[in-house]
C-alpha cells in the first residue's frame, strides 16, 4: 500500500506559479512512476505530468515548457511547479503512482487561475 497526500494548491492570478507537493508513505520503494494529473468539472482525468524511477519525465503539450516535475528520494516527495499559468489550467490536481501494476491516488487539491 501506498498513501500519497498533496499539498500547494490554490487561488493564483493569470501568469503566476505555484508548485505541488506529493509526500509519499508506505511501501515507497517499489513506485516505479509518480506524477500529476487533473479534473476539471465535467471533463475527464488528464495527464499533467510523469516522472519514472530513472528520472524519465514526460508532459502534455498543453503544459510542456511551464510546468516541471522533480522529486526528492531523501523526502519520498515529488513536486510539480507550475509556471505561466493559465486560466484553463484550473482543475483538481490529484498526485499519481504506480506500483507494478497498481496505482495510487491522492485526494486532490485544487488549483484555481482568476484575476
Known amino acids: 500500500q501506498v498513501q500519497l497526500v498533496e499539498s500547494g494548491g490554490g487561488l493564483v492570478q493569470p501568469g503566476g506559479s505555484l508548485r505541488l507537493s506529493c509526500a509519499a508513505s508506505?511501501?515507497?520503494?517499489?513506485?516505479?512512476?509518480m506524477g500529476w494529473y487533473r479534473q476539471a468539472p465535467g471533463k475527464e482525468r488528464e495527464l499533467v505530468a510523469t516522472?519514472?524511477?530513472?528520472?524519465?519525465?514526460n508532459y502534455p503539450d498543453s503544459v510542456k515548457g511551464r510546468f516541471t516535475i522533480s522529486r526528492d528520494n531523501n523526502k519520498n516527495t515529488w513536486y510539480l511547479q507550475m509556471n505561466s499559468l493559465k486560466p484553463e489550467d484550473t482543475s483538481v490536481y490529484y498526485c499519481?503512482?504506480?506500483?507494478?501494476?497498481?496505482?495510487?491516488w491522492g485526494q486532490g487539491t485544487q488549483v484555481t487561475i482568476s484575476s
Open positions: 508506505g511501501k515507497v520503494s517499489g513506485i516505479t512512476t
Open positions: 499519481y503512482a504506480r506500483l507494478a501494476f497498481l496505482r495510487y
Open positions: 516522472i519514472t524511477s530513472g528520472d524519465r519525465t
